[in-house]
């Protein structure tokens, strides 16, 4: 598998995680607001995955990635969305949210940051990346406007 091929399938995991876990996330918070917003993101990474799933076919790529690894929602910051949903708190949901969003991020950077991949794929993935960034940075400030339940 070339190097391009094995960054797109890690990025396709890791927004399926996403998906995974802002679906959950939108399940579960209380406020409608936030259902609506967590549920938008859930479909924008389904959107980013699918259009990096056709880049990677685009490299020769016969099966890209189609969903999260299990193993990969602990490394990617979803694992702790459970214990925050199961408690239906807003502020733990979007922190776990924030976390998740973490992992994304630095993968993101860290594909960038690489060298290695074309321009026209690193076009994708730095276009897709000015959107995480900037849904991360929302997460991060409804968490810091939401209260912390007692």
Request: charged share 25%.
């Amino acid at each position: 598998m070339s190097t391009t091929t094995s960054t797109l399938n890690d990025l396709i995991e890791i927004l399926k995680d996403g998906q995974q876990g802002f679906t959950e996330a939108a399940r579960d918070v209380q406020s409608a607001d936030l259902k609506k917003m967590l549920s938008g993101f859930a479909m924008q990474r389904e959107q980013f995955a699918s259009q990096l799933q056709v880049v990677a076919k685009n490299f020769g790529e016969d099966s890209p990635a189609k969903t999260g690894s299990v193993t990969g929602a602990v490394h990617r910051g979803w694992i702790h969305l459970k214990a925050a949903v199961a408690d239906r708190d807003d502020h733990a949901i979007l922190e776990e949210c924030e976390r998740g969003e973490d992992a994304a991020v630095t993968a993101y950077g860290d594909a960038l940051g690489g060298g290695e991949l074309p321009a026209n794929v690193s076009d994708v993935i730095r276009k897709q990346f000015a959107e995480i960034q900037a849904a991360h940075d929302q997460v991060k400030a409804l968490r810091d406007s939401h209260p912390v339940s007692k």
